[in-house]
């Protein structure tokens, strides 16, 4: 018996279908709707096929953008992150032999030790700078500036950093949905053009593949 549902379903909403094949997919549907439009019935179909496709394209583009941007600001705030650690290690050595490790300056400095900073993330690191930099700013007299004016530069990096890359991490996630809601209008029109070239050529299975490419969509066997 004949399962209606199969035919209904979204045929090109599989998560093994990767934004690429569609695209592709879609781009060589598009060409062969053009290439068999010899009497203009198919005029419709290749306009909506076309703004699906130019927004989905957009879509992925702006999407790829914004990543590599945040990937680019996550190297960047690790960086700061990984200067602020080896000044610490430096730091707290010239802290040492000016307050002592018992002291109660020592303390300020390192409450929980040195770990809590060579252990520090992403998520606290401005916190850790932030109270490592006013202890410094406080007892400069003692340890001298350079320690300080290092700290306020990078704390001060670090948190522009950190806003934007967290900023684009946003709009990478925008950008996610945008491609998700443009790729399931693409979906929805590609079951349409599959739809109208069968009422066009009822039964004629040869005609109707013409207007596709599912070869690369096809799952890839493994070779014996």
């Known amino acids: 018996m004949l399962n209606l549902n199969t035919l209904y379903k979204n045929h090109f909403?599989?998560?093994?279908?990767?934004?690429d094949k569609l695209r592709k997919f879609a781009e060589i549907n598009l060409e062969r709707l053009k290439a068999n439009n010899g009497s203009g019935e198919?005029?419709?179909?290749?306009?909506?096929?076309?703004?699906?496709?130019?927004?989905?394209?957009?879509?992925?583009?702006?999407?790829?953008?914004?990543y590599a941007?945040?990937?680019?600001?996550?190297?960047?705030?690790?960086n700061i992150l990984k200067d602020f650690k080896e000044l610490i290690s430096r730091g707290e050595g010239i802290i040492r032999g000016q307050f002592g490790?018992?002291?109660?300056?020592?303390?300020?400095?390192?409450?929980?030790?040195k770990d809590e900073y060579w252990q520090c993330s992403l998520k606290n690191a401005d916190l850790l700078m932030d109270r490592f930099y006013k202890a410094a700013?406080?007892?400069?007299?003692?340890i001298g500036d350079d320690l300080k004016n290092r700290l306020q530069a990078m704390l001060t990096d670090f948190k522009s950093a950190r806003e934007e890359q967290l900023l684009k991490k946003a709009e990478v996630t925008d950008g996610k949905t945008t491609t998700s809601k443009r790729r399931k209008e693409l979906e929805i029109q590609l079951m349409k053009n599959l739809y109208y070239i069968g009422y066009l050529y009822?039964?004629?299975i040869?005609?109707?593949?013409?207007?596709?490419?599912?070869?690369f969509l096809?799952?890839?066997?493994?070779s014996d």
């Open 13 to 19: 909403g599989s998560r093994k279908i990767s934004d």
């Open 42 to 66: 198919l005029d419709q179909l290749i306009a909506d096929t076309t703004a699906a496709l130019q927004m989905y394209a957009a879509a992925i583009t702006d999407e790829d953008v914004k």
């Open 69 to 78: 941007k945040q990937q680019g600001l996550t190297i960047k705030v690790k």
């Open 101 to 113: 490790k018992k002291g109660e300056e020592y303390q300020e400095f390192f409450p929980y030790q």
């Open 137 to 142: 700013e406080k007892y400069a007299p003692q």
């Open 202 to 204: 009822p039964g004629n």
């Open 206 to 215: 040869d005609k109707c593949n013409n207007f596709f490419d599912q070869s």
């Open 218 to 222: 096809r799952k890839k066997r493994k």
